[in-house]
Each structure stands twice: as structure tokens, then as C-alpha cells.
């Protein structure tokens, strides 16, 4: 035969096929048996992580920026206030004697001791603002803040703590402040009722506890603040006592905090804000909430702080036992959105197993790209949430990006599939399941109870549904 009459046949015979992967057996049938399909989609599952973390490091980006913002606001106006005293600082000189080489070596040193008023009240009254910088906002206030107290008449014999000789000359009045930038009015102190006299910048070599240490830390340096105010005090004062009040105007965000510096203190909160939570080692006996603010009440005993009276130390005590008011935002969203993103798995889970049981139940098959598509959808959720959230709230972010996902996933799965039943199911399927992760996010004490219910009953339809499912596709048609 001639080479023109095999290429004639070949032209009449047309190209090479190609493989026929659909017949029993082959390749293309075992990529669709419902088994491995089902471990496919595992896998899909675990490779859609690594966007939702790139998601994630998106969300941690936003908020970090936010901080930066936050901290300009308050670099302006004043950061977290923390206010402790007065207190009564004494240096008392000790004499050291030792014997060295028979020989006896006197040697002097300066300690202090701090006495605290026998009784401290402290009303604090907070207006409050929302102060914004682009789209990011900080709660700020202004706290007029009077002091009212008494220094008992057992000063001299407090003093005993320490065995040296009290330089009573050299005593002051001593208060720290977490931000004295913040300070906006002269501090006055009138005492037994006389005129006003004024404190004076810095603690004179006393420290205090920097925010978030407790007394375990007070030696250390980084633990330690030396911002704050002083006003001398004269012997004739300290070997009979005195009462005190003064008055402060001090600007500070956040958060207010107070330590119970008086033997008995008594401490009176109250804002124009509608959100606070109450922190720290002391909660107020009581309080009242409502839309326009809220009043909170604290007293605490002498018993209840667990130290004396007076304390041989430069580090003011109790910084660790505070009183605090925390101006909570009423939606921390980028906290909202990240722990949203924690269920990420279980909701991609849980929305994979409902397409491929429509799947199995329509007859029609959903191809791994359109899985793959279907996931995509779910992460541009976090995505949309998180960019509607810093313009519109996050309650109203999350219904709007709920709904548009919803729609656009049942959509497409419905014209995948061929039926708008199957659409609409999977509509009812997901808006359920955004409906019950709100409330998750809401009320985080039930978190793990509803995640271990929701995930029960999730295993428990997909087993229902694919109970009569020929895994392995061997099965013989009837």
C-alpha cells in the first residue's frame, strides 16, 4: 500500500478518539463515585484555609492600625487614667551598726514610710464623648474628680514601723497619675478648711505601679511610674491629723481606675455613657445602667485590701487592687470579626455537606471548581463583613454581607443543580446557620455549647441523608 493511500485512510478514519473515561471502570467513573467525591471535598475544605488566613491577617492588620489610631487620639488628650492616694510619705532615718574587724561602723540611710488616710471618698463624675479620626473612633472623657478624707491623729505612732528617727519636716502629700498630660485644672488641697493650696508636679522620688503589674512587681523598674503631684505638709499637721478635700480635672480614655488608698475608701462613679464594664480586684456593690449612662457605687474596708496602714516603701501600694471603669465600645468589631473567622472551618464544612447532599438528591453533579467557587463565596463574607463593619456597625455589617452571600450561593448552586428547590433549601440551610453563629457571637458564654450542638446535628443529617449513598459507585443499576 502507498504512503497516499494510508494517508487517505487515516483522513476517511478521522483523528484519534479520545480515552472514554465514562464506561464502568475507568478513571473518570471513579473520580465521580460519591467516596471519593466526599474526600475531595474534605480536601477543598482544608486548602480554603489558607485564604481564610490570609483573611485573618487582614482583619489583625485593621485592628493593629486601629490601635495606632487610638493612641493618637488619646496622645492628644490623655490615655487610661489610673489614679491612686494621697498618701502620707515620711523619710525616717535609720542607723546601721556593725562590727567589723572589732571595730564598730555606724553607717545612715533614708527610708519612707507611707501612711494612708484613715477614711478616702472619691467622687468621679465622667463626661464622655466618641472622638473619631478618619473612620476609627475612641471613647474619651473628662472626670471631675473630688477628694474628701481624713488622716487620723496616730500618724507619729504609725511611724513605727520602721526603727529610725521620722524627719516630719520633710513629709508631703504625694498622688500618682497614670497620664499628667491629661490633667486639665490646678490640683487645690484644702486642709481642716483652709484656703487652697496648690500640689506641685512630680512624686519626689516615689513610684508607683505602672498599668496591668501587681505588688509581686513592685521592685522592679519596669514595672514602676514616677508621674504624679506633691504638696508638703508641716509637722503640727502630722502629729495631730487633718482632714482634706480637693478638687481635679483630669482628661483620660478608655478607662478610669481608682485604688482604695484610704484605710476606708468609698468611691462614686458616673457617666453619660451606656456601655461601661466594671474591672479590677473590687466590682461595685451597686449600680445602675440605663440608655442615658450609668452610677456605680464602691466602698472598700480596711480588712478587704489585706495590708496596714502604713507601709515602709517609695512604691505607693494597692496600684495591683484597683477600682476601674471601662468605657466598652458597644461593638468591638475587628474582636467580632476575628472570632467569627475561628468557625471557619465548621461553616465551610457545613455549607460543603448540604451542596453535596442536593447533590446526591438531584441527580446532577456539582463539579469540584463550582465547590471550589462555592468556598471562595464564603471567605468573600469575611471580607465584606469586615469593610462594611468599620463604616456601618458590625450588627448591620453582618446582615447585609449574611444576606448577599446567601443569595448568591443559592443561586448558583440552584441553577448548578438544575432546581430552584434545591436553591431555596440551601438559602434556608445557610441563613439558619448565620443566624445561629450571630447569636454565637453575642453571647460568648454559649459558644462551645452551640458549636458542639450545631456540629451533633450536622454529622447526624449528613449521616441521615446519606445512609442509602452507594459509596464505592459498584453497585448495578436495577
Do not use: C
Not at 14 to 34: K, L, N, V
Not at 35 to 62: C, D, H, N, Q, S
Not at 173 to 198: E, F, H, K, W, Y
Not at 256 to 283: I, M, R, V, Y
Amino acid at each position: 500500500m502507498t504512503m497516499q493511500e494510508n494517508e487517505a485512510d487515516r483522513e476517511v478514519a478521522g483523528p484519534p478518539s479520545a480515552p472514554d473515561t465514562s464506561r464502568p471502570g475507568g478513571f473518570g467513573a471513579f473520580m465521580r463515585t460519591p467516596g471519593v467525591k466526599f474526600v475531595i471535598i474534605g480536601i477543598l475544605t482544608l486548602l480554603l484555609l489558607i485564604p481564610t488566613l490570609m483573611v485573618w491577617a487582614l482583619v489583625e492588620e485593621r485592628a493593629q492600625r486601629a490601635v495606632e489610631v487610638s493612641n493618637r487620639i488619646s496622645a492628644g488628650w490623655g490615655g487610661p487614667q489610673v489614679v491612686n492616694g494621697p498618701y502620707l510619705a515620711v523619710p525616717v532615718t535609720v542607723t546601721h551598726r556593725q562590727t567589723v574587724n572589732n571595730q564598730l561602723t555606724t553607717t545612715q540611710s533614708t527610708e519612707w514610710v507611707l501612711l494612708m488616710p484613715e477614711e478616702l471618698k472619691v467622687d468621679a463624675k465622667l463626661e464622655t464623648e466618641a472622638r473619631k479620626l478618619s473612620i476609627y473612633s475612641l471613647p474619651v472623657y473628662n472626670a471631675k474628680l473630688s477628694f474628701t478624707g481624713k488622716f487620723g491623729t496616730d500618724l507619729v505612732q504609725s511611724l513605727g514601723v520602721v526603727n529610725g528617727v521620722p524627719e516630719l519636716d520633710r513629709a508631703f502629700l504625694v498622688m500618682s497619675i497614670a497620664d499628667i498630660t491629661g490633667i486639665r485644672s490646678n490640683a487645690d488641697i484644702r486642709i481642716d478648711g483652709g484656703t487652697a493650696q496648690p500640689f506641685q508636679p512630680g512624686m519626689k522620688g516615689m513610684k508607683a505601679l505602672r498599668s496591668g503589674y501587681n505588688e509581686y512587681d513592685a521592685g522592679q523598674t519596669y514595672a514602676q511610674i514616677d508621674t504624679g503631684i506633691n504638696r508638703p505638709v508641716t509637722r503640727d499637721l502630722i502629729e495631730k491629723g487633718f482632714v482634706f478635700d480637693m478638687e481635679l480635672s483630669l482628661n483620660g480614655s478608655t478607662k478610669f481606675s481608682l485604688a482604695p488608698a484610704g484605710q476606708t475608701t468609698t468611691f462614686k462613679a458616673a457617666a453619660n455613657w451606656p456601655d461601661p464594664g466594671f474591672e479590677g480586684l473590687f466590682l461595685p456593690e451597686t449600680k445602675t445602667i440605663d440608655a442615658s449612662g450609668f452610677e456605680a457605687n464602691w466602698t472598700v474596708p480596711y480588712l478587704a485590701r489585706g495590708i496596714d496602714k502604713a507601709v515602709n516603701s517609695y512604691v505607693l501600694p494597692l496600684g495591683g487592687n484597683l477600682m476601674s471603669v471601662n468605657l466598652v465600645e458597644p461593638v468591638k468589631f475587628y474582636q467580632l470579626v476575628s472570632r467569627t473567622l475561628k468557625y471557619s472551618i465548621g461553616f465551610l464544612s457545613l455549607v460543603f455537606f448540604a451542596v453535596f447532599i442536593i447533590e446526591l438528591k438531584s441527580g446532577r453533579m456539582v463539579h469540584w471548581v463550582q465547590y471550589v467557587l462555592t468556598g471562595l463565596a464564603l471567605i468573600i463574607f469575611y471580607i465584606l463583613l469586615l469593610a462594611l463593619a468599620e463604616h456601618l456597625g458590625f450588627a448591620i455589617a453582618y446582615g447585609i454581607a449574611a444576606a448577599a452571600t446567601t443569595l448568591l450561593i443559592a443561586t448558583y448552586v440552584g441553577s448548578v443543580t438544575g432546581s430552584r428547590k434545591s436553591g431555596v433549601s440551601l438559602a434556608v440551610v445557610l441563613g439558619i446557620t448565620y443566624g445561629v453563629m450571630y447569636l454565637i457571637l453575642r453571647e460568648d458564654e454559649y459558644a462551645l455549647l452551640a458549636g458542639a450542638i450545631i456540629s451533633f446535628v450536622t454529622i447526624a443529617a449528613t449521616m441521615y441523608f446519606t445512609r442509602n449513598v452507594d459509596w464505592s459507585g459498584s453497585r448495578q443499576p436495577k
